[in-house]
Structure formats: C-alpha cells, structure tokens
C-alpha cells in the first residue's frame, strides 16, 4: 500500500509515478500519459491501493464490455471516448468486465498527429503518394488526368509552342468560387444603376417607387417604434392621455404597480355600463388552496386590512348558489345588529335579551340535574342535558404493547431463522425473523398483562418485509395465538384458538404493517399482571398466502383497551447472547408511543449473573442518543447482582418524564454469565 502525503485519490484514478511522487495521469500529452496504475482502494488522505495490471474489482458506474482510455480533459478519469486531438495521447487503460470490474492494461499510448492541410506551409517531409497526384475516387486533387497529359505536352521531349490559353491566373483577391461568373455573365454590359432591371435585379427600389421619399431620406431613429413598444409604429404602445376613448385589447396587468390619482384627495371612480356591475374574480390556487373574490380595506399604513371575502365555490354552490346583499337605508341605531329577512335584504334590528350571570346561576343551583348530566344551551333556554360523549372520569382508551424482533424466541420445531440485514444506501440495520413460503414456521414471546388491561379480547398488528422476488400481487398470512399462565400453571400449555390477518406486498425493502386483526382470545382465564406466552406463524396453507419468497418479521404490536385514564404499562427491551455471555455495547432502541412517567426499573434473567444496564433518552430529532450524556439514570444505572431478577422502585437521580416520540436507548455496560436479559421500565401514562 503506498503512502503519500494527502494524495488527493479516489478509487478509480490513473496514476503514475515521476521518479519522486504520485499524480493523476491525464492524456493532454506523452509525459502526462503514461499510466502506471489505477487506484483500487483509498484507506485515508496519506494511504491508498493501486493496480499496475490484472484485474481491479472494486470500481463503480462501468459498462461491461467496454474499452476505458485516459481521459485528455480531466486528469486521472477514465472515458469510453478515444482522444483525436492533435497533440493528446490514445492511451487504454481498462477493459470492463461488469458495472465494477476490470482488466488494468498497461501499453505504451499514442500520440495524436496533426493532419498536414497545406504542403507550403508544413514543416518537416512531406510525402504525397500518387492518390494526392490523382485518383478517380477522390475529388480532393492536385490535378486531373487531363491536365497530367497537357502538362506533359510541355516536357522537354516535345517541340513547337504548347497552347495554355484553356488555362487562368488566380486573381490576386483570391481565386473564383462557382456560381461567380454565371453572376457576372447576367449583369448587362455598362451596367447603369437608374436603369429599372438593373435595379430590379439588385434587390433595390426606384426613387419613383418611393411614395414618402423625403421622409426616407430623413429617416430618424428616434421617430419610431422601439422592439418593446411593437414591431411597426402600426402596432406601437402609445400615450392615452389624449384618447377621450382608449379601449384594451386584452387583459390589464398590473405586475407590480397600483392604479392611483395624479393629484390628491381625487377618487378613483369605477362606473360599469348600463345593469353592469364591479365583479371581483376568484381563481383556483395550487393544490386543494382556493382563492375567493375579495376587497380588502387597509389601514392608513397600508401594513394592516379588513377582508371581506366570499365563500369557497363548493359551500355556495351546495347552499343557494349566488345571491345579493342589500344594505339598509340608514346607518341604524346603538347596538343594533345587522340582520337578514332571508332573502338578502339587510336591516338594522335590536337583538333579543341575553341571559346574565343570575340566569346561570339560577340554572346551576337547581336541584333537578342529575349525575353527569351539562349545562346545554337548546335553542331559546338553558337546560340539564344527559352527556352524550367526550368529558367525565374514567372510560376506557386503547394502549399498545410492542414487542421487537429482538424479544422473539424461534420454536425449536419448524422455528423461523433468525437474521440481521444492513440496508445498503443509508446503512439502516434490521433485526428479523425469515418465515419460509412452503413450511409453516413459528416464534413466540412473552409479556404480562398491565394492570390497566380491561379483560377483553386482545387484537395484533405485524411489522414486516418481503424478501428479494417478491411482486405486488403476492399475499402473506400472519397467525397469532396466546396462552395466559398464573402461579402455578404447567407452561407445556396449550396454546389458544389462532387468529389469521392477511396483508399484501408493497415493495421489497419497504416496512409493512398490516391491519389491526381480529379479537384474539387469551386463553387460560388471563387477568391484569398474568404472563402471557403469545405464538406466530405464517399461515402458508392459507389460500390469501400466495408470496413464495421467505417474509421477513420485524415486528409485532398488542393492542388492548385500559379501563382508566392513567395507568401503568412497561417499555423495554430484551438483550439475547444467543447461548453466549451477554457482551458490553448499545444493544437497541426503543420510540416511545406517549406520554409517561417511569416508576420503576425490573431485570429479569435467564439465569443467576450480573449484568449494569444504562438508560438513554434523546428526541427523535437527534436520533440516535449518545452515551453517557443522554442517559437518564444518574449513578443509580438498573444492575443485577449475582441473582436472576432485580427490581428499583426509588431511581434515585433519574430523569423519569418521558414524551411521546422520544427514543430510548439501553447500553450494556457490564455482564457476567447471564446469556439472556429483560430490561422493563415500568410507566404510568400521564
């Protein structure tokens, strides 16, 4: 690997070497052409790999099948184009065995001559070969065949005068073009410029042509129309100012400018013909924006208005369509309100009484309210109406529960293979599950049940992708079954009835996530707090499962439904050493779905060990949190110690608010024997 000082190569140079230190090759001429390598690999600014020849494979943006020379514009680029110039050097370099592979050649390059256009003027020995003398296939020739044998009638061997008269001398302006005597053969002898043919002839007019001669002959510039009042003086843009009747002949645009008076306190009167009225136009902006007819009145700053407007074209076209205002005759009388007789006749009337604070209270003192019943207003009174929906304690809302790939366990029997995949443009990293398209496959997980759980059926969505091959028309089946397990319970239980929900490709490499499914019915006589073991397979003998490519699973969410306004629920993460001691590091992250308060920290193991957990929190904005600044646990970091579960109801010095959208992060720093670790905060929604 040569080194050199800010080098300043990218993979894919030509480069060579004068005896002292890399360059750029560039085939401008022989002493810059001469490639000796390509760059294959840049390790940093001062190090970097080169091929001399054989094959390079680390390349990007070739055509297979192509032959690559050094570029003569741009030094170390490498082009398809063969350099002619006089003076550049054909020089290949590669040829392309694929988009990113290919063969280094390393041959002396060409230098580009330049071609000879007059023997006179060359320098050097010039050699012309008999197809200069004459040759019927060309007509770029010294001499014809004729002329070969009339010239040769003049050689020494012959006798008597040799007549040339066929032959002429090149003017000294320079030699006849074709067409030049068929001119000089129409002109008339003499040739007289009044004479009216001669003229013709010429292009030109007569004097008597001329109506306006005079006016010719004295022609100004300044007279007449300039290119941006109109291309005649017919068609210029004149003055109005001495028109009693200026008429437009298209629409007025204002661009930037106003219409004003010239001298002050003069309105500006706009007065239509006849029945005709002053209409102010609306127009249909971009996208779904409207912009209805308006007048705006300003301030004496001109910085601030009152708008009146009219309604949008789909609420006056749905009402009574267009209609009329008519104001009153009079400017009416202290607070009175401006009213309608229902047919756009306006007039000025004294409104009805309006209730006063004894009215309410008279109302909110009256012993005929019942429980939940509001104060409602129904038209000509107040009265005591039964709630129909939003306000009061209590009630129930949905809550979610989400379990990522990381927490599922492959079954033992028919279990998805597990899989980690790095998207390749943004290096995103993917933890999933692969379910086969022909052989039904499964993983579980576990989670409790919160305590705001209300005991109704439960419902799922999944999170997935489809492997490489799959098409738009292709459909993938998700089953879910779930079994509850209270103290004591065999855990070789069975599992409850499946629940089928079907979704249908997307794009490859895009996130799915189906519909909520169904109710599911825990089984097992599940309440708040019982650990729940939940099963999902790909349904693959489902006639709605048609993709054959494996479906990838990211994801699973649980939703259920809380019977209180706050309640608590865990966020958390499961860290698995697949077999091994669990290793130090950032182990994943977690966006939290609302509003929380943590109240506890709880670290369940697979076995006796240890193991310090850091907590982080960031904004979704600054993804991804860093560590340790943005931990929120203080000193007092979730630990196990020697034991298999923990638990930390104090966080001393914890940073225990939370909002939704915010992301969590957990880093391992410590661990010992323990090869598999929950982590659950346990929260209360605020």
């Known amino acids: 690997m040569p080194t050199q000082s800010s080098h300043g190569f990218s993979v894919g140079d030509a480069i060579k070497h004068n005896g002292t230190e890399w360059s750029k090759a560039q085939a401008d001429s022989a002493s810059n052409a001469e490639v000796l390598a390509v760059v294959s690999a840049v390790a940093d600014a001062n190090n970097f790999t080169a091929v001399t020849s054989g094959l390079v494979s680390t390349l990007t943006g070739l ?75 060309t007509s770029h020739k010294f001499v014809t065949s004729d002329d070969l044998t009339t010239l040769s009638n003049t050689s020494g061997t012959n006798t008597g005068d040799q007549d040339l008269s066929t032959y002429q001398l090149k003017p000294s302006e320079g030699a006849f073009a074709n067409g030049d005597k068929t001119r000089l053969d129409n002109m008339a002898d003499n040739a007289d410029v009044t004479n009216t043919t001669n003229v013709t002839n010429a292009g030109a007019l007569m004097d008597s042509e001329v109506t306006n001669l005079a006016q010719v002959k004295a022609f100004d510039s300044s007279d007449y129309a300039t290119a941006a009042q109109g291309s005649t003086a017919d068609s210029a843009l004149q003055s109005v100012a001495g028109d009693s009747n200026p008429t437009l002949g ?90 309608t007789d ?32 509001v104060l409602s207003w129904n038209g000509s009174d107040y009265a005591w109406t039964d709630q129909t929906g939003g306000g009061g304690a209590g009630g129930t809302s949905n809550r979610i529960i989400s379990i990522d790939a990381g927490a599922l366990v492959a079954r033992t029997t028919n279990g998805a293979a597990t899989a980690t995949e790095e998207y390749a443009t943004n290096d995103v990293m993917s933890d999933h599950f692969l379910f086969d398209g022909a052989t039904e496959e499964g993983v579980q997980f576990r989670f409790h049940m919160p305590a705001d759980w209300d005991g109704n059926a ?67 006589s599940p309440s708040a707090g019982d650990l729940v073991i939940a099963e999902v397979t790909r349904v693959v003998g489902d006639a709605n499962d048609t993709m054959t490519e494996d479906a990838k699973l990211v994801g699973v969410t649980i939703h259920y439904t809380a019977t209180a306004a706050t309640y608590d629920g865990q966020l958390g993460i499961t860290i698995d050493g697949a077999g091994s001691a669990i290793s130090t590091g950032s182990k994943g992250f977690l966006r939290v779905p609302y509003d929380c308060t943590i109240t506890a920290a709880q670290i369940l193991a697979d076995q006796s060990g240890s193991i310090v957990i850091d907590v982080l929190k960031d904004t979704y904005a600054n993804f991804p949190p860093t560590d340790p600044a943005d931990s929120i646990c203080a000193s007092a970091l979730p630990t196990l110690s020697s034991s298999q579960k923990s638990e930390d109801t104090t966080l001393t010095g914890w940073t225990t608010s939370v909002s939704k959208g915010d992301v969590l992060g957990f880093v391992v720093d410590s661990a010992t024997t323990v090869t598999r670790v929950s982590l659950n905060l346990v929260v209360t929604k605020t």
Not at 70 to 89: C, D, K, W, Y
Not at 345 to 356: D, H, I, Q, V
Request: net charge negative; proline share 3%; aromatic share 6%.
């Open 458 to 524: 439960v419902n799922a969505k999944f999170y997935w992708d489809a492997a490489t091959g799959a098409s738009t028309s292709d459909g993938v089946t998700w089953g879910i079954a779930m079994q509850a397990f209270q103290d004591n319970d065999a855990l070789d239980n069975a599992f409850g009835t499946s629940v089928d929900t079907d979704d249908a490709v997307i794009a490859v490499g895009d996130l799915h996530v189906t519909g909520l499914s169904s109710d599911i019915t825990i089984a097992g």
């Open 63 to 137: 055509t297979g099948g192509n032959l690559y020379y050094l570029s003569s514009s741009s030094a170390g680029a490498l082009t398809t184009t063969e350099p002619t110039t006089n003076g550049t050097v054909s020089k290949p370099v590669l040829y392309a065995i694929s988009s990113s592979s290919g063969y280094v050649l390393n041959h002396k390059g060409k230098t580009n001559a330049a071609t000879v256009d007059s023997v006179n003027g060359s320098t050097g020995t010039v050699v012309l070969d008999a197809d200069n003398i004459e040759d019927a296939s």
């Open 250 to 339: 298209a629409n007025l645009d204002l661009a930037t400018y106003d219409i004003v008076t010239e001298s002050s306190d003069r309105p500006i009167d706009l007065a239509p013909h006849g029945t005709g009225g002053v209409v102010l136009r609306g127009n249909t902006g971009s996208g779904s924006d409207t912009n209805t007819g308006k007048i705006t009145f300003n301030c004496e700053a001109n910085s601030h208005g009152v708008t009146i407007k009219a309604p949008i074209h789909s609420d006056i076209s749905g009402a009574a369509g267009s209609y009329t205002l008519t104001l009153p005759d009079g400017d009416g009388d202290a607070s009175q309100t401006l009213t």
């Open 342 to 373: 229902g047919s756009g006749n306006l007039s000025w009337s004294t409104p009805a009484g309006s209730y006063g604070n004894s009215d309410v209270d008279t109302h909110l003192n009256t012993s005929s309210a019942s429980t939940d019943q």
